[in-house]
């Protein structure tokens, strides 16, 4: 059974920094998307960065793009999403998601994604 484990969340305030890591089980796939989706109450999830495993790129989506980076490491089959200079808008639910397949990083796509975690709450004071 696949498993993805968020964790890393919590309560910080307006431009501090936070590290989410998704650690995965079960998932043996080589070839594959991992990213990270957040959700508002009341909003439409929506994808923050994703990375694939077949040649390393990433994505980002506007609201996050210089201020977050994903990171792989293998050896401990966890994703990790440093998020810096946070706003409070960046205040939600994040989600660990994977898609086995040959994609790029560019594929970040909510309904695209077979595999999701349960969510961490991130919140962000002003």
């Known amino acids: 059974e696949v498993q993805l484990v968020e964790s890393g969340g919590g309560l910080v305030q307006a431009g501090g920094s936070l590290t989410l890591s998704c650690t995965r089980s079960?998932?043996?796939?080589?070839?594959?998307?991992i990213g990270w989706f957040r959700q508002v109450p009341g909003k439409e999830r929506e994808g923050a960065s994703c990375m694939s495993s077949v040649d390393g790129s990433s994505y980002y989506g506007d609201a996050v793009k210089g201020r977050f980076t994903t990171s792989s490491d293998n050896t401990r089959s966890t994703v990790y999403l440093q998020m810096n200079n946070l706003k409070p808008e960046d205040t939600a639910v994040y989600y660990c998601a994977a898609q086995p397949g040959y994609y790029t990083g560019t594929y970040c796509y909510m309904n695209g994604m077979d595999y999701w975690g349960k969510g961490t709450l991130v919140t962000v004071s002003s």
């Open positions: 079960g998932f043996t796939f080589d070839e594959y998307v």
